[in-house]
């Protein structure tokens, strides 16, 4: 475990956004802090900070979208943590190594331009992992 890992943000997966932004408004007290178009992955991000992790609400594009499709399964709910590390080369290395599956390209570029990788709920119990490291500065 990298002694720099943290929790990172918290991911739920809604098929309307504006009507999950009023009702995590409602319960934060607070506006939204941030959105997000990320086109590559097809979706639609809302976030709110708190004390530590952000809270994201994940909104698809479309169906054929890895959130729509996860919509069209599962509902909405849940839909992954992001842990920073700071090395995420480093850190797939160590998890493809003891036999846990990444999804999708891996590192690959996520919102606020950080390098994101994705564990396979599989191998993690049951929980879809984001692994992310923070853009380099400018
Ligand atoms: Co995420």
Known sequence: MDSQARLEHVAIA?????AAVQVYSTI??????GREHVESEGVRVAFFELDGPRLELLEP??????????LERRGPGLHHIALEV?????????CRAAGLET???APRTGAGRRKVAFLHPGGTGGVLLELSQRADEP
């Open 86 to 94: 700071p090395d995420i080369e480093g850190a797939i290395e160590r």
């Open 14 to 18: 809604v098929p309307d956004l504006e």
């Open 28 to 33: 934060l007290g607070r506006a939204v802090a």
């Open 61 to 70: 594009t479309g169906p054929d979208t890895p959130i729509g499709r996860f």
């Open 103 to 105: 999804v999708g390209e």
